[in-house]
């Protein structure tokens, strides 16, 4: 949670800057350099090229994510969960394609509507997708009409999250049956939540859905070092406790790993991973000092980039 300072006179120009950080600091973990290539700031602002990819793209949400919401019906612009993604790798030549699933199924539910999407968008062109599990699970075990050339995910709990685990041990069996009634009489599925515990992926998903050997996967990690005013702090630290690691907040880097690891951002939120960070943070961050230190186009321009140079 984001603390607020209860006396306006202790809320100092530096305590507000740090407000605003999620990750102010870099770690300095040595098992970072054993878990892969570490991305230090190589995403902060954006080359002059990039290469065209010329497959489409899929862009599929994680979990509690959407396509657009509108919380104004029609009368103002739609809130796009990939924010600025989209219209930047279409402006290369990067045809793109946003899928729309279940913000929180269950992982096969999730997986059924997103290959009924992408039948629909992508009408039997070759795909590359940027999505999660429910990504996995339909190529495995749906077997696509459509042929998928390769898959990459982002900061995505292959083998489960700490924190998910933290979650169902705190709250309890009741708590948690109580918790899903809640939320489903607001028309919320739950399928997803104990499918995200470590237990689950590593003990039954990963087995049952063994990768196709003509799709190329590919993943990368995130490493956040939150301030302590950050909404990551707590989970950051009971991940780092329960794993032993580095993590993003919501996701450890040994997790995060599948397939081809093209390595770990560094100073970077599940936030900043979608283009969602506040202006507001850079701007206070510029007057401290600070430099920003990622940029979510310059990452997916890349990613199409690498797929591109892959011949994908």
Not at 4 to 32: E, Q, Y
Not at 144 to 171: E, K, Q, W
Not at 182 to 204: D, N, V
């Amino acid at each position: 949670m984001i603390r607020i300072c209860s006396r306006a006179n202790s809320c100092s120009g530096i305590v507000i800057a740090r407000s605003f950080a999620t990750s102010s600091a870099r770690s300095n973990d040595p098992r970072l350099h054993d878990l892969g290539r570490v991305l230090k700031d190589e995403y902060a602002v954006l080359r002059d090229n990039y290469s065209t990819v010329k497959h489409s793209i899929i862009l599929a949400h994680g979990l509690l994510g959407f396509d657009e919401l509108r919380l104004a019906g029609s009368v103002f612009p739609g809130i796009h969960y990939w924010r600025g993604i989209k219209e930047a790798l279409s402006e290369k030549g990067v045809e793109v394609f946003v899928a729309a699933v279940p913000p929180s199924g269950s992982i096969e539910a999730r997986a059924e509507k997103l290959a009924e999407s992408i039948v629909t968008q992508a009408q039997g062109k070759d795909v590359n997708i940027i999505a999660g599990l429910d990504a996995r699970f339909m190529i495995s075990r749906l077997k696509p009409d459509f042929n998928v050339l390769s898959l990459t995910t982002i900061a995505t709990p292959h083998r489960g999250s700490a924190f998910a685990d933290y979650c169902f041990d705190t709250i309890g069996d009741r708590g948690t049956k109580r918790l899903y009634k809640a939320l489903e009489s607001f028309g919320f599925e739950t399928g997803a939540f104990s499918q995200l515990t470590r237990r689950y992926m590593q003990e039954e998903f990963n087995d049952m859905t063994p990768d196709v050997e003509r799709v190329k996967y590919y993943s990368y990690g995130a490493s956040l070092e939150p301030s302590r005013w950050s909404i990551f702090a707590a989970s950051h630290n009971i991940i780092k406790q329960m794993e032993g690691g580095p993590n993003d907040g919501l996701v450890s880097v040994s997790s995060s790993q599948w397939g081809e690891y093209k390595g770990t951002l560094m100073g970077v939120s599940h936030l900043d991973l979608i283009n969602w960070t506040n202006r507001l943070k850079w701007f206070i961050w510029e007057l401290t000092g600070s430099k920003r230190n990622f940029n979510a186009i310059a990452f997916y321009l890349d990613i199409a980039d690498m797929l591109a140079k892959e011949d994908l």
